[in-house]
């Protein structure tokens, strides 16, 4: 585990914006595959379609916190647009890299944000 | 910061009086115990001692019955490779569990690809294979059954006995995987007749990379490989002498003080085992109440994912193991829990703690003022998790 990066465990340690969100603007609930760990990501947005706040509950490895924690922080603030272009490499460019056999639990993070954007856009237009 | 080691089924702390048993031999005594000279008989009769050591820590009726090895994989791949080219001309079935070490499993594997015929037995919750289906699956052309006395996950001890008597009964070998249960449980090969038996010092306060396997006499087994005459042809190469005598050492610990040292580390398994059950909510036992190791406590912890609980508890300079597919390398979940039936939910938060003679009631103390805050922080953040009630 001493492959984690000095920013990975300060995330894993101190997680940015963690909880519930009471009626979020949109969530997404990802599973993943690989490992069987869990993701939920709630994202407030205001009428200039900018990310206002952003909450995460996350069961899974150090990794799968770290990076739920810091998109939480890259995302508050973007337009949803901005927002939508966040990969999975930015999330572990910005943790500093991530061990090869933990580059998947980044993807998580991206289809969780992916997820709650969707959800987000589809009801806007419901 | 403190540096508590509870993981001691990975490996252990060698012995301070281990350490000073193989001292001279990286230094002064450095004879090849083959040679005839004055270095080579001083180093011989070392050797010699060690053998006895081990033979006596498990009765052995003679030191000849000791082959050593450089570790229990080795001694695992020598008893299962060496009865399956010994036997092959009996019959190709060999017979294993589901919860092996991957040393056994995978010699498994590979017996398969070379065309032999394995029956992995299933085990019950508490990770004991049935004596009923290991009886029904012995065919006339089974030529091995492997069984591990106790498993290094759950700390779960099979029915050695009783197995044994069954292998008997049919005239089958009887290979143990004891690496994780010699030193920690008396074993008497005059009572219990086990065929083969493999150990490794690094699990019993030994040095690393050096084990042993047992071959009751008369029992048909192929060389491990081919070269000069060292351990009578069996297992050639210079013998590591250092580690051998370490090995030694190591088991005539056991001998001597193996039931008093575990029944301490039973009681403070257990006070660690009572004050994780009366403080913190939602953890389940993995593996036997009572047929187990007195040193392992495997616990699940519901809706929690075991590698953030490895992590923060290394933060606090506690060092556990986890059964999680997160931390496996290969993320897969543990092979030992899946077969227990244990959902997937749950043995993602499996926590195993291996105490080892060195281990002190502060140190649970400690642990217990840590765990109880870590557990509540992550399930805080775990979307699974119902509440508290
Ligand atoms: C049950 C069991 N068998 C075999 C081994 C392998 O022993 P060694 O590390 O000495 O090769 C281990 C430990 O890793 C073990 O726990
Ligand atoms: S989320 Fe399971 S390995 Fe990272």
Same mark, same amino acid.
């Given at each position: 585990?001493?492959?984690?990066?000095?920013?990975?465990?300060?995330?894993?340690?101190?997680?940015?914006?963690?909880?519930?969100?009471?009626?979020?603007?949109?969530?997404?609930?990802?599973?993943?595959?690989?490992?069987?760990?869990?993701?939920?990501?709630?994202?407030?947005?205001?009428?200039?379609?900018?990310?206002?706040?952003?909450?995460?509950?996350?069961?899974?490895?150090?990794?799968?916190?770290?990076?739920?924690?810091?998109?939480?922080?890259?995302?508050?603030?973007?337009?949803?647009?901005?927002?939508?272009?966040?990969?999975?490499?930015?999330?572990?460019?910005?943790?500093?890299?991530?061990?090869?056999?933990?580059?998947?639990?980044?993807?998580?993070?991206?289809?969780?944000?992916?997820?709650?954007?969707?959800?987000?856009?589809?009801?806007?237009?419901? | 910061?403190?540096?508590?080691?509870?993981?001691?089924?990975?490996?252990?702390?060698?012995?301070?009086?281990?350490?000073?048993?193989?001292?001279?031999?990286?230094?002064?005594?450095?004879?090849?115990?083959?040679?005839?000279?004055?270095?080579?008989?001083?180093?011989?009769?070392?050797?010699?001692?060690?053998?006895?050591?081990?033979?006596?820590?498990?009765?052995?009726?003679?030191?000849?019955?000791?082959?050593?090895?450089?570790?229990?994989?080795?001694?695992?791949?020598?008893?299962?490779?060496?009865?399956?080219?010994?036997?092959?001309?009996?019959?190709?079935?060999?017979?294993?569990?589901?919860?092996?070490?991957?040393?056994?499993?995978?010699?498994?594997?590979?017996?398969?690809?070379?065309?032999?015929?394995?029956?992995?037995?299933?085990?019950?919750?508490?990770?004991?294979?049935?004596?009923?289906?290991?009886?029904?699956?012995?065919?006339?052309?089974?030529?091995?059954?492997?069984?591990?006395?106790?498993?290094?996950?759950?700390?779960?001890?099979?029915?050695?006995?009783?197995?044994?008597?069954?292998?008997?009964?049919?005239?089958?070998?009887?290979?143990?995987?004891?690496?994780?249960?010699?030193?920690?449980?008396?074993?008497?090969?005059?009572?219990?007749?086990?065929?083969?038996?493999?150990?490794?010092?690094?699990?019993?306060?030994?040095?690393?990379?050096?084990?042993?396997?047992?071959?009751?006499?008369?029992?048909?087994?192929?060389?491990?490989?081919?070269?000069?005459?060292?351990?009578?042809?069996?297992?050639?190469?210079?013998?590591?002498?250092?580690?051998?005598?370490?090995?030694?050492?190591?088991?005539?610990?056991?001998?001597?003080?193996?039931?008093?040292?575990?029944?301490?580390?039973?009681?403070?398994?257990?006070?660690?085992?009572?004050?994780?059950?009366?403080?913190?909510?939602?953890?389940?036992?993995?593996?036997?109440?009572?047929?187990?190791?007195?040193?392992?406590?495997?616990?699940?912890?519901?809706?929690?994912?075991?590698? #953030?609980?490895? @992590?923060?508890?290394?933060?606090?300079?506690?060092?556990? %193991?986890? *059964? &999680?597919?997160?931390? =496996?390398? /290969?993320?897969?979940? #543990?092979?030992? @829990?899946?077969?227990?039936?244990?959902?997937?939910?749950? %043995?993602? *938060? &499996?926590?195993?703690? =291996?105490? /080892?003679?060195?281990?002190?009631?502060?140190?649970?103390?400690?642990?217990?003022?840590?765990?109880?805050?870590?557990?509540?922080?992550?399930?805080?953040? /775990?979307?699974?998790?119902?509440?508290?009630?």
């Amino acid at each position: 585990m001493s492959e984690y990066s000095e920013i990975v465990m300060e995330h894993f340690s101190n997680p940015r914006n963690v909880g519930e969100m009471k009626d979020p603007s949109g969530r997404g609930k990802v599973g993943n595959p690989v490992c069987g760990d869990i993701m939920e990501l709630f994202i407030k947005v205001d009428e200039n379609e900018i990310i206002e706040d952003a909450k995460f509950r996350t069961f899974g490895c150090g990794a799968a916190i770290a990076s739920s924690s810091i998109l939480t922080e890259m995302i508050k603030g973007k337009s949803i647009e901005e927002a939508r272009k966040i990969s999975n490499e930015a999330v572990v460019d910005a943790l500093g890299g991530l061990p090869s056999v933990k580059r998947h639990c980044s993807v998580l993070a991206e289809e969780a944000l992916t997820k709650a954007i969707d959800d987000y856009m589809s009801k806007k237009t419901a | 910061m403190k540096k508590i080691y509870l993981d001691s089924n990975a490996t252990t702390q060698v012995h301070p009086e281990v350490i000073e048993a193989m001292v001279p031999f990286f230094g002064e005594i450095y004879g090849n115990a083959s040679s005839v000279h004055l270095f080579g008989r001083e180093a011989k009769k070392h050797l010699e001692k060690a053998r006895s050591q081990v033979a006596k820590m498990i009765n052995a009726s003679s030191s000849e019955e000791i082959v050593f090895t450089a570790g229990g994989t080795e001694a695992d791949n020598y008893a299962m490779r060496g009865i399956a080219e010994a036997l092959k001309d009996k019959g190709n079935h060999i017979i294993t569990s589901s919860v092996e070490h991957p040393a056994v499993l995978n010699t498994c594997k590979y017996f398969e690809k070379q065309g032999y015929e394995v029956t992995y037995l299933g085990v019950d919750e508490y990770g004991i294979i049935d004596l009923d289906e290991l009886a029904k699956s012995i065919k006339d052309k089974t030529i091995l059954i492997t069984i591990m006395a106790a498993n290094n996950e759950t700390g779960t001890i099979m029915p050695i006995d009783e197995i044994s008597a069954i292998a008997q009964g049919k005239g089958v070998p009887f290979h143990s995987d004891a690496v994780q249960y010699v030193g920690k449980m008396p074993l008497d090969v005059q009572k219990t007749k086990i065929d083969l038996i493999s150990m490794s010092g690094h699990k019993i306060n030994g040095p690393k990379g050096v084990g042993a396997l047992y071959i009751k006499k008369g029992t048909k087994l192929a060389k491990f490989r081919y070269g000069g005459h060292q351990e009578k042809g069996r297992r050639p190469g210079t013998e590591n002498v250092p580690g051998i005598v370490g090995l030694g050492k190591a088991c005539e610990i056991a001998t001597e003080k193996g039931q008093e040292n575990y029944a301490r580390v039973q009681c403070l398994r257990d006070k660690l085992h009572e004050r994780i059950q009366s403080e913190i909510k939602m953890t389940r036992l993995n593996g036997h109440p009572e047929k187990r190791l007195p040193n392992t406590l495997n616990i699940g912890f519901d809706y929690l994912e075991g590698e #953030s609980i490895l @992590l923060s508890l290394d933060l606090e300079g506690v060092a556990v %193991s986890t *059964g &999680s597919a997160c931390t =496996s390398g /290969s993320l897969e979940p #543990s092979h030992v @829990l899946m077969s227990m039936g244990i959902d997937a939910l749950y %043995s993602q *938060g &499996s926590v195993r703690f =291996s105490f /080892s003679i060195f281990n002190t009631e502060e140190e649970i103390d400690y642990v217990m003022e840590k765990l109880p805050a870590i557990i509540a922080r992550l399930r805080a953040m /775990s979307p699974v998790y119902p509440g508290d009630e």
